[in-house]
Antibody, heavy 121, light 110 residues
Framework: QVTLRESGPALVKPTQTLTLTCTFSGFSLNTTGMCVSWIRQPPGKALEWLAGIDWDGDKYYDTSLKTRLTVSKDTSKNQVVLTMTDMDPVDTATYFC?????????????WGQGTLVTVSS | QSALTQPPSASGSPGQSVTISCTGTSSDVGGYKYVSWYQQHPGKAPKLMIYEVDKRPSGVPDRFSGSKSGSTASLTVSGLQTEDEADYYCGSYGGGNNFVFGTGTKVTVL
């Protein structure tokens, strides 16, 4: 079955760079149409789409955050990595990775459990 | 892109229906058929309930239905059950492989 799991630091200091890893199973990011996205949710607030990378290696970023975000994949390890530079307390959130299949409804059908990242000195 | 607009809250008694709206623009909801809805219980990951405006993934009860008119999509939960109490988010494809979510609606079962 399809599973995704996020991992990374629970606490980062302001101005530091955050690196999160999404390890998935049950599908291949080499398969046409497959994409893994990153989505975050500040405590008590709404979901916010951040970035995605697809089977072809194409990358997509939220316009307002694109200067701070980098997404990459390691297909052999079934991992997608998100880096976010210059972290600020407002970036405190639960970060989720989720799968989307282009051509199959363009919806996030499987999600990781999320990892809470707190930005504080 | 700006977040899609949802009412902050909605409520209904068990067995009743509740409808949640999701308003966007011609660049997202109004421009594509790719509107989805997610249910999120406290401390849990979102769960896909509706995709492509009105399609239900396997395992989602048919009490959940979706529709769209222009730049406004709607989710209706019929025959409310206590386990339906949760936060609900709409999502839309926004072109250029970008996505946008709604502001979220807390559904309370009275």
């Amino acid at each position: 079955q399809v599973t995704l799991r996020e991992s990374g630091p629970a606490l980062v200091k302001p101005t530091q760079t955050l690196t999160l890893t999404c390890t998935f199973s049950g599908f291949s990011l080499n398969t046409t149409g497959m994409c893994v996205s990153w989505i975050r949710q500040p405590p008590g607030k709404a979901l916010e789409w951040l970035a995605g990378i697809d089977w072809d290696g194409d990358k997509y970023y939220d316009t307002s955050l694109k200067t701070r975000l980098t997404v990459s994949k390691d297909t052999s390890k079934n991992q997608v990595v998100l880096t976010m530079t210059d972290m600020d307390p407002v970036d405190t959130a639960t970060y989720f990775c989720a799968r989307i299949i282009y051509g199959a409804g363009e919806a996030f059908d499987f999600w990781g459990q999320g990892t809470l990242v707190t930005v504080s000195s | 892109q700006s977040a899609l607009t949802q009412p902050p809250s909605a409520s209904g008694s068990p067995g009743q229906s509740v409808t949640i709206s999701c308003t966007g623009t011609s660049s997202d909801v109004g421009g594509y058929k790719y509107v989805s809805w997610y249910q999120q219980h406290p401390g849990k990951a979102p769960k896909l309930m509706i995709y492509e405006v009105d399609k239900r993934p396997s395992g989602v009860p048919d009490r959940f239905s979706g529709s769209k008119s222009g730049s406004t999509a709607s989710l209706t939960v019929s025959g409310l059950q206590t386990e339906d109490e949760a936060d609900y988010y709409c999502g839309s494809y926004g072109g250029g492989n970008n996505f946008v979510f709604g502001t979220g609606t807390k559904v309370t079962v009275l």
